[in-house]
């Protein structure tokens, strides 16, 4: 249904609706079937009379003019007639079918499209973004029709620079690049993982408001190492092992000084790079462009809100999160990117002293990491746990996660290794012996398959007085009494999309960690005690746009306390600086795009 009264509550001011006040015109330098052709311009049965003339589209279109609540309506009827006919069949089937029919109107009418994403976002987030969005990029190639975004590849050295040029839009406000080598917890994908960049985008879109004619997907295609990819005829990408090394870092570089050249104002968001690579670009980036890696830093922020809000489900008092026995689970650049700022959270609780990482409990594929650890990678190794006095007795480098949760019985079990069920029956069972009255389950890894348990199976086997948050969507869980599990989606799309945003509209010169920092308290502060009662900890990915501006705002003001913000369009640093917190909120809502038909003037 049209949602004019949640649109409007989503975003204080902009007006909503077909029949609101006239929307600014919107110059388009082409005519008659090439706009009917340009999803960013079409508006397909929408083009009232006078535009049919002005545009040359007379005649190129059936007669009758169809509004723009009609066309809604009559896509949200093919999609519900979809989800009636498909009732049964096998659910990747349904997911891909209603991806396609979501996707094809994507390729039509973005207006539209985003118009019925924005409306209904609960619904379509889980088909556009994770975890549908996991099998489209396994299913890449065969579900190619047309590009989407921009491709560079190891055979463009040299090129990007003049590459970057051949892109339509004038101006690009938002990129979001991978490398396609850790693709969820699907792993390396090659050139398919362009598809987490395009759903990726479509958040931003939806929750930030950002215009969809200055988004950018990006593949860097540097070669692939997945053997069934390279074997694969119909495999779209270089099939060619991976680069490595410097050459490797000479492609992104290369990529990164042609964005910058032709956008120096673009934020950069870095996607589902393996490991190493994440870790290795930040560093090499971070304060010489406006860039952030969501897979360490978004995530980081989305997990410490949900650790918070863990504390205060007990009914104790923030401060004592640094009393927290808190086990990771995966040591890659997700899970280190948790422990870092959890560390930095317990630190500034502390006064900023120097404090031992002594609650927290590191494991990976070879179980609890140790100072015993051989080849410990060095962002790793600050985690690892010593033999000392204040250690957990019996617990030896490399024992279970089963071992682990028997003898620390941690507050908090958080999941972030890619590995489907490793939080398995016995070990749910161990939480029941934590030492928290409300225990903490997240079993974040992406898509479903690789969710370390099911909602049903935490609530079942860990207790019904535990909190729960998973990566991607579970139903909430019937528990019986008319009593309810809460399923909280513990997914860095609370972050990312405000954290975008705030560096933007402030043109921060890079993104701090104070700004991400705010960020995640933003979130944090966002649930009510009452909410946190009943194990909600995020809220409803339907007021996304609301918390997005609430985000976006707590990080323009962290980027003008740093003095790293220098303004964005007509607005200068200067009048960011005297903007009150209510302003810098109302400056959000109004740089937010929202769908609606513009009038088209033809220019040459
Ligand atoms: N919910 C979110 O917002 C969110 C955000 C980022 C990443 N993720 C998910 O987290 C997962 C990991 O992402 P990453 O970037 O850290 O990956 P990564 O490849 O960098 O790290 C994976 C880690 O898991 C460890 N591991 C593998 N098998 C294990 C096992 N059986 N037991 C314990 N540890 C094991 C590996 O040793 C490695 O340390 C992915 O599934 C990704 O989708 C979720
Ligand atoms: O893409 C997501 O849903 C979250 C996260 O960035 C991931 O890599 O799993
Ligand atoms: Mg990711």
Not at 50 to 57: A, N, P, S, V, Y
Not at 383 to 412: M, N, Q, T
């Amino acid at each position: 249904m049209w949602k004019l009264a949640r649109a409007a509550a989503s975003s204080l001011h902009q007006t909503r609706g077909f029949s609101a006040a006239i929307p600014a015109p919107c110059i388009v330098h082409k005519r008659g079937a090439d706009i009917l052709h340009d999803p960013w311009f079409n508006k397909d049965t929408g083009f009232p009379l006078t535009e049919r003339d002005r545009l040359g589209l007379r005649g190129l279109l059936p007669p009758r003019i169809i509004s723009f609540e009609q066309q809604y309506e009559r896509f949200m009827e093919s999609y519900r007639s979809l989800e009636k006919n498909t009732c049964g069949q096998p659910v990747d089937n349904v997911s891909l079918a209603k991806w396609r029919i979501l996707n094809r109107l994507h390729d039509r009418n973005e207006t539209l499209y985003y118009r019925v994403l924005i409306d209904n976002i609960e619904h379509f987030a889980p088909i556009i973004y994770t975890p549908t969005v996991g099998l489209v990029c396994q299913s890449y190639s065969g579900l190619f029709r047309r590009p989407r975004g921009m491709y560079f590849s190891a055979k463009d050295k040299g090129e990007m620079m003049s590459m970057i040029y051949n892109w339509p839009a004038p101006q690009v406000d938002m990129i979001v690049v991978t490398d396609g080598s850790r693709i969820l917890g699907l792993g390396d994908l090659g050139v398919q993982g362009i598809g987490i960049t395009v759903g990726k985008l479509d958040i931003y879109v939806a929750a930030a408001g950002i215009n969809p004619q200055r988004i950018l997907p990006v593949m860097l295609d540097v070669g692939t190492n997945n053997e069934k990819l390279l074997q694969d005829n119909l495999y779209l990408g270089l099939r060619q092992p991976r680069l490595e090394g410097e050459e490797y870092l000479a492609i992104v570089d290369e990529f990164m000084e042609a964005v910058h050249r032709r956008w120096p104002k673009a934020i950069v968001q870095f996607e589902d790079f393996q490991m190493k690579w994440a870790f290795e670009t930040l560093q090499r980036y971070r304060h010489r462009f406006c860039m952030f890696n969501d897979d360490i830093q978004g995530t980081a922020g989305v997990a410490l809100a949900g650790l918070l809000g863990a504390v205060r489900a007990q009914g104790r008092p923030l401060n004592d999160f640094v009393k927290q026995k808190i086990v990771v689970v995966g040591a890659g650049s997700a899970g280190i990117g948790v422990l870092n700022v959890a560390k930095q959270a317990v630190s500034r609780m502390m006064g900023n002293s120097e404090m031992e990482n002594s609650q927290f409990w590191l494991l990976d594929k070879d179980g609890l990491l140790t100072k015993e650890r051989k080849n410990i990678d060095p962002a790793a190794a600050p985690f690892a746990r010593g033999f000392g006095p204040g250690e957990v007795e019996g617990l030896s480098e490399g024992a279970s996660l089963l071992e682990v949760v028997k003898k620390v019985k941690p507050h908090v079990l958080l999941g972030l290794c890619g590995v489907g069920g490793v939080f398995s029956e016995q070990v749910l069972k161990a939480m029941q012996e934590s030492d928290s009255p409300r225990p903490a389950i997240f079993a974040m890894s992406n898509p479903t398959t690789k969710a370390e348990c099911t909602a049903t199976d935490a609530f079942k086997y860990a207790g019904e007085n535990i909190v729960f948050g998973s990566g991607s969507p579970f139903e909430h869980v019937h528990l019986g009494n008319g009593k309810i599990g809460h399923v909280n989606q513990a997914n860095n799309m609370y972050l990312f999309p405000g954290v975008g945003l705030g560096a933007l509209l402030s043109g921060a010169r890079f993104i701090s960690d104070g700004m991400l920092q705010v960020a995640a308290e933003c979130l944090a502060s966002y649930i009510t005690d009452e909410e946190i009662q009943k194990g909600i900890l995020y809220p409803s990915t339907s007021s996304i746009r609301h918390i997005t501006t609430e985000v976006g705002a707590a990080v323009i003001r962290a980027a003008v306390a740093e003095e790293l913000a220098e303004g964005h369009g007509d607005v200068g640093s200067r009048e960011l600086m005297h903007m009150s917190k209510e302003e810098t909120v109302e400056y959000v809502s109004r740089n937010m795009w929202f769908p609606v038909y513009s009038p088209l003037v033809h220019e040459k």
